[in-house]
Nanobody
Framework: QVQLVESGGGLVQPGGSLRLSCAAS????????MGWYRQAPGKQRELVAT????????NYADSVKGRFTISRDNAQNTVYLQMNSLKPEDTAVYYC??????????????????WGQGTQVTVSS
């Protein structure tokens, strides 16, 4: 099976920085894309940033453009989110997503999407 393990969340003051990491583990052959989503209390989960494995093409929510940077270590199946100039409205649980994960199930190759358990980011003075 496949697991996504996130780290790097915490409490930071407005204007500060945090770096989130997400490592995918298992008998993985390939991952089409990885990304970060977030969900604030009382709100729907929203896309923050994604990165395509093959092209390294990135996509960002308008609210984080110029402040957040997504990057990927393909060899380690790890994705990072560098968050700078954090604002109180960035407070949310951040979830890692791996889309199009092809892995060996023990009997055949299977392709599926996976989510991490979430990591809390709180921006407050």
């Amino acid at each position: 099976q496949v697991q996504l393990v996130e780290s790097g969340g915490g409490l930071v003051q407005p204007g500060g920085s945090l770096r989130l990491s997400c490592a995918a583990s298992g008998s993985i052959r390939s991952i089409r894309a990885m990304g970060w989503y977030r969900q604030a209390p009382g709100k729907q989960r929203e896309l923050v940033a994604t990165i395509i494995t093959s092209s390294r093409s990135t996509n960002y929510a308008d609210s984080v453009k110029g402040r957040f940077t997504i990057s990927r270590d393909n060899a380690q199946n790890t994705v990072y989110l560098q968050m700078n100039s954090l604002k109180p409205e960035d407070t949310a649980v951040y979830y890692c997503n791996a889309a199009g994960v092809t892995y060996w199930s023990g009997r055949s190759y299977v392709t599926a999407d996976y989510w991490g358990q979430g990591t809390q980011v709180t921006v407050s003075s």
